[in-house]
């Protein structure tokens, strides 16, 4: 391999180990071990643990990765939101959102898993990537209320019951309810619906 292709491959391997047993149950030698390769490699492209952690979230969110944002070549979206069509903006950053949880299953539960360790990543990703969603979501919000289109209200209020029903439904489909019991629907159907409810309540 490459240089940068055994560098993916570490963080690949260390993403898998991590959602499964948390920084502090993961050692590079896991780690290495997993990767079919030396402790010295892993510590030749990361110097510590924690640099390999960081690295994780960078190729994630800064370098496009799987959680890159929901408007990026998203035509769709950025016609719909030129347009003021209300329900299809949200669907859109819905369905994209719950693509994205679903594809990437292991970084979900790092994530998760790092809040509960109290670990920076968490913290990181939570500046880095969910803050622009933010901040993304709810300057569109604030665009419609200016145009008489939704009720005055903090527009972030909006956008975090938003986000709530996707990661709850995420959640379910990918921890709790694997089997989907409680609920059984497709990607698009839980979007729209989704997309409805929040427009629904906030609209003017």
């Known amino acids: 391999m490459s240089g940068d292709e055994r560098r993916e491959q570490i963080i690949s391997t260390a993403v898998e180990l991590f959602s499964k047993h948390g920084f ?3 050692t590079t030698k896991k780690i290495a071990e997993a990767a079919g390769v030396s402790e010295a490699i892993i510590f ?3 110097a510590t643990k924690d640099e390999l ?3 994780i979230l960078h190729d ?3 370098e496009g990765g799987e959680h890159q944002f929901p408007w990026e070549g998203n035509l769709d979206l950025l016609a719909a939101m030129a347009r003021g069509e209300d329900v299809e903006v949200f669907y859109q950053l819905a369905l994209r959102a719950l693509e994205k949880h679903h594809s990437d299953q292991d970084f979900m539960r790092l994530v998760f898993y790092s809040a509960l360790e109290n670990h920076d990543l968490a913290r990181e990703f939570v500046h ?3 803050s622009r969603l933010y901040d993304f979501i709810g300057g569109y919000i604030e665009k419609r209320q200016a145009a008489g289109a939704m009720r005055e209200m903090n527009p972030r209020i909006a956008v975090r019951a ?3 029903m996707l990661i709850h439904h995420s ?3 990918i921890m ?3 089997e989907r019991m409680l609920l059984d629907i497709s990607m698009e159907d839980a979007a729209r619906n989704f997309a409805e409810i929040l427009v629904n309540g906030i609209r003017k």
């Open 24 to 26: 502090s149950g993961t």
């Open 44 to 46: 030749r492209h990361f």
């Open 53 to 55: 952690y960081a690295a």
């Open 60 to 62: 994630k969110v800064c």
């Open 128 to 130: 880095t990537f969910i």
């Open 162 to 164: 938003f986000m709530g």
């Open 171 to 173: 959640l379910n489909n």
């Open 176 to 178: 709790w309810d694997k």
